[in-house]
């Protein structure tokens, strides 16, 4: 069975930092793009960043760009966020997911495997 499993959430002040995990079984992702999204209070879920297969090739949203990296451990089945100068918008619940194919992507619909998702919450 495959499963996605996020840490790192917390509570942490504006301008502060976390580092998101996500751990695969049942499964190597080795070669499929990985991505994460997060929904806020209210809203609808949203695309965060995505990682190509080899993780040199990424993409974010504008709204982090140049404050959070994805990063991914292949041999360790593992994606990762940092996310540095946090602020009170980036408030939500973060998911990660593994897409069916190796180029990465912004739809949501393109990722058949996510995780139950990990709460970040910045307060100002």
Known sequence: QVQLVESGGGLVQAGGSLSLSCAASGRTFSKNAMGWFRRAPGKEREFVATSGWIGTIAYYADSVKGRFS???????????LQMNNLKPEDTAVYYCAAAAGATPSNKQHEYPYWGQGTQVTVSS
């Open 70 to 80: 994805i990063s991914r451990d292949n041999a360790k089945n593992t994606l990762y």
